[in-house]
């Protein structure tokens, strides 16, 4: 029997596809080698294939679509409610695969190019970089308050905090060549962070879309490339709610008996442009009083009445928001009003 929809279980070996025909009645189970996947698609007649959307799936939907069949991609969280419970297998996650995926209330997660993958791949670098520098700055720091030498904070001080461990005459040979030894891996580190993000500046530079957005205050090269490489299909977000909400940075509701009860923020979604984003806000959280527009004014009376970092998390749900608007409709930021704050 001809399948209709095939819910396909990637993994790093063995894959699992299970085919349905129009009813969602199972027509065949099949494990497949990872060499047998391209060969076993190419045999079949053209039908629709559903992966979930995790690691290499945008690899394996490009494969797939080049067979000819019409390949889409769901979010695991739509998958885990139709798993089987007690039956935790790879058949049983390709079934659920093909009820998640025939669900009316299913969104499908567009699928990358290439380029979209590499320019992400020196987003996803540069974040690992970031995260060695600060753990190696943190060691450097906590190795040197051992022997009672404190630096101030800042990266910028630890050129100092290393000449006063090598000019001291009371420190031992052995913790000036640990702290040597860090030193320069975290010097190598920060040279590797300042050449990808040089090509990050220049994808940003040369991607209209990026340009676009970084005419919004508080958004720079790195989050307009990573918003431009990691959105493939701003239609697919029905509104600027639905774009802020994947980001995760609208609260959680727990409602119910008609009383509305909001949480802290989701945190859903993609954990890297939200960290961005809140960092651009936190910079135009200080600079809100020179901020010549209406914004800068509602940033002001809303730091009046909440803490600073509700106000942050605001700005930074505002800022997702205007990105989503600049995209669809393919505009720059013009700030509403020209009002001055208050000092």
Known sequence: MKASIIGLDIAKSVFQAHGADANGKCVFK??????????????????EVVLEACGSAHYWARVISSAGHDVKLVSPDRVRPFVKKGKKNDAVDAAAICVAATHPDTMFVPIKTEEQQGVLSLHSTRALLVKQQTMLSNALRSLASEFGLIAPLGTSRLPELMAKIETSAELPATMKQSARSLFEHYQKVAESIDALEAQIRSHAKNNEEARRLMTIPGVGP??????????????????ARHFAAWLGLVPRQYSTGGKTQLGRITKAGNRQIRMLLVLGATSMLNRAHQWKSAAGQWMCQLMERR????????????????IWALLARKEIYRPAGYSVATA
């Not at 790195?222 to 509104?239: E, N, Q």
């Open 307 to 322: 803490p600073r970092r509700l106000a942050t998390v605001a700005l930074a749900n505002k800022m997702a928001r205007i």
């Open 222 to 239: 790195v989050t307009a490339s990573l918003v431009v490489a990691s959105v493939a299909d701003i239609g697919s977000f029905a509104s």
């Open 30 to 47: 099949r494990k497949l080698g990872r060499s047998e996947v391209s060969a076993f698609f190419a045999e079949l007649e053209r039908c």
